[in-house]
């Protein structure tokens, strides 16, 4: 009972945290994670969640760097793989030799070998932390990407040359060509038995789908178990498991990417389950950390043979030891190495040098480092005391909370663009905002469509899309001219030779029937006519003529005479050719015809509104009322949630937020009262 109670407290404080995170956005989450574990350690309800490392890494760090290997963008890892490597092995490897012996002459009492224990496990950034602060500042995607990479594969190299340096403090014995060696094996050894495995796991999923067995339960299971999986069995044949679980994601990712016909119920479920997950294990690493602070803290500060002052600046010192190391590695790197663009429609350049400043500040360590602390050994092989084990479990969690507390100021500093913002900005600022919450809602509300809610979500993406165009519409400063009429009845007509394409598709597919082809292919043929010049407007007269001509002599002479179902078949066929036009359209959009693009698909979404309202006409039971007001409810929250995070990622003002947020509470409010 009081494991399940102390769950239940860890839980209850990952959504405080987040509360908490609402009122004050300038504060990274981690942090205020770290502070609510130091208070609950603090209160006498007697909670303490002793740090297992070898449990940690399982259940935490694996699964956590799985999800980040299938997330995180493939080819754009590939292209940065040179400075990624540098960071993760070069960087790591030049850490651990410069901090070991300056942690050595700094604290003499530290042996040499343990020096470079410590000097190895604070090497490797935090995955979790580098992805909470990047989420709230102006981060450029190029360093971005770079840290996720480098977070990615660094821990592996930190771990294994910890494990070696504390096995040669323990042992008093040590090979630089054997660790060198079984080095590249347990890292290249856990790269491919983790891409291995899964394949197999993918295959054996496959297969049960061939044998009938689409249970999403059984299948949600097995991604589930899967990152376990890997890092155990991995561990267990003295590979990486860490690099395991990160290949197993990459190619989890991949074979996503290639699936001929994934289950789409699968992919919803996988994404909400995973994000749940995700959300509770992130929370849950940060709070456990800040549980075991004041027990390491206090292991110091109330010993002795300790002088607290010489302990804190041991911290500080060997914090900008860290830092110095990175930024100068980086430094090196720049100007030797070759540059690199993370996406080929950029230009390669050289970073500068705020931005070499924002990556060493970056470098923050988290809840690995420490776990890597905890597992220190308590004894040597002879029996005596491991030196300095608790000083070195003190320096690990002041250098991630130093770390933390500095890029938590430093960063926003860094990236935060210069200068005042004028109001023209503002008001451009604003309405981006506007439109990338509208974008949210239409996205959350499509994530939800199925069969049954169909008209439903129809009806409000449409009306949210209507809301696009007229914000578009009002930002464009171009002047609307004969120029624009003409490029707008030229598209108009593009817009129609694309249904008109898209008709013969369905045709040659058999999703739509010969009759009614023939009948909408007269609608648009009579809407062409309209929009198109007098020479040939002459030719679609007489091809107009001539289709109604072929009907007539057609043996089924019933096709001109429209049934209700009928109607209803060409409704729904015009609303598919509608939508792909608004496709086609948006595609040619380039700059001059902004104005012309944003007022055909205007009219496209229009008709799609009138034709879908009277499709759902006769359907307007108390169950399409339900399922209109909880799209409509979905999509006020997913706006609320994409402005919360603009306002998080210092994107947008509190004013501008407050601004926005009321809008949503009177569209919220007009709901309410169009429901009763």
Request: aromatic share 8%; glycine share 6%; with cysteine.
């Amino acid at each position: 009972m009081e494991i399940f109670l102390a769950i239940l407290v860890l839980l209850s404080l990952i959504g405080i945290s987040h509360v908490i995170q609402r009122f004050i956005p300038f504060v990274p989450i981690p942090l205020i994670q770290i502070m609510l574990g130091i208070i609950l350690i603090m209160l006498p309800f007697d909670i303490h969640v002793p740090i297992d490392p070898e449990l940690f890494l399982v259940l935490f760090i694996a699964p956590l760097l799985f999800n980040d290997g299938k997330k995180t963008p493939r080819e754009e890892l590939w292209r940065l793989r040179a400075p990624i490597l540098l960071l993760a092995v070069g960087l790591v490897f030049l850490t651990i030799l410069i901090g070991g012996y300056a942690l050595h002459a700094l604290i003499p009492t530290m042996p040499l070998a343990a020096a470079f224990g410590l000097a190895a496990i604070l090497s490797p950034t935090d995955a979790v932390a580098v992805s909470a602060m990047s989420a709230r500042i102006h981060m450029p995607k190029q360093i971005q990407r770079l840290l996720e990479g480098e977070a990615l594969m660094n821990d592996a190299s930190g771990l294994v040359a910890f494990k070696f340096a504390i096995a040669a403090t323990v042992t008093g014995l040590f090979s630089i060509w054997e660790a060198s060696f079984s080095f590249i094996i347990i890292a290249l050894g856990g790269l491919l038995f983790g891409a291995l495995l899964s394949m197999i796991f993918i295959w054996g999923r496959l297969l049960l789908r061939r044998f009938g067995m689409e249970d999403v339960t059984v299948h949600m299971l097995i991604l589930i178990l899967t990152p376990f999986l890997l890092y155990i069995l991995a561990e267990e044949f003295g590979l990486s498991g860490i690099l395991a679980a990160v290949a197993g994601g990459i190619v989890h990712a991949i074979e996503q990417d290639k699936s001929e016909s994934p289950i789409m119920e699968l992919k919803v479920v996988s994404d909400s389950t995973w994000s749940v997950i995700l959300f509770v294990l992130n929370g849950l690493v940060f709070i456990l950390l800040g549980l075991q602070v004041p027990d390491v803290l206090n292991s110091i500060f109330s010993d002795s043979a300790y002088n607290n002052y010489a302990a804190v600046g041991y911290v500080v010192l060997l914090y900008l030891l860290l830092m110095g190391i990175r930024f100068l590695w980086l430094f090196l790197g720049s100007k030797i190495t070759k540059p690199v663009a993370w996406n080929s429609k950029i230009k390669a350049e050289k970073p500068s040098l705020l931005n070499i400043m924002i990556i060493s500040v970056s470098g923050v360590r988290g809840a690995l480092t420490l776990a890597g602390a905890f597992s220190i050994p308590l004894f040597l092989h002879s029996g005596a005391p491991f030196p300095e084990r608790s000083l070195m479990i003190f320096l690990a969690a002041g250098v991630i909370l130093l770390s933390l507390i500095v890029a938590s100021i430093a960063l926003p500093i860094l990236t935060a663009k210069n200068g005042p913002r004028s109001a023209s900005l503002e008001d451009d600022l604003e309405k981006a905002a506007q439109i990338k919450a509208i974008q949210a809602a239409i996205q959350a509300i499509k994530n939800t469509k199925n069969s049954e809610n169909n008209i439903a979500a129809s009806l409000v993406i449409n009306s949210n899309e209507q809301r696009l165009v007229e914000i578009n519409t009002s930002r464009s400063r171009v002047e609307y001219n004969a120029n624009n009429r003409r490029e707008q009845m030229k598209l108009h007509r593009f817009a129609v030779e694309k249904e008109r394409d898209y008709l013969e598709q369905l045709l040659d597919k058999g999703e739509a029937s010969h009759q009614d082809v023939q009948r909408l292919q007269i609608v648009l043929t009579k809407i062409e006519m309209v929009l198109t010049n007098k020479l040939h407007f002459i030719t679609l007269l007489f091809s107009l003529l001539w289709e109604k001509v072929l009907m007539i002599l057609s043996p089924q002479k019933h096709a001109l005479s429209h049934t209700a179902s009928d109607l209803t078949t060409m409704r729904i066929l015009r609303i598919r050719t509608s939508e792909e036009a608004v496709r086609q359209v948006s595609q040619s959009k380039h700059k001059g015809n902004e104005v012309a693009v944003l007022n055909v698909i205007a009219y496209y979404n229009q008709i799609m509104i009138g034709l879908r309202k009277q499709l759902s006409a006769y359907n307007c039971t108390d169950t399409f009322n339900e399922q209109k007001s909880e799209m409509e409810i979905i999509s006020i929250q997913a706006e609320r949630n994409a402005l919360q995070t603009m306002f998080e990622q210092t994107i947008i003002s509190r004013k501008v937020l407050n601004k926005l947020q009321q809008q949503v509470s009177i569209r919220e409010a007009d709901i309410i009262e169009a429901g009763l």
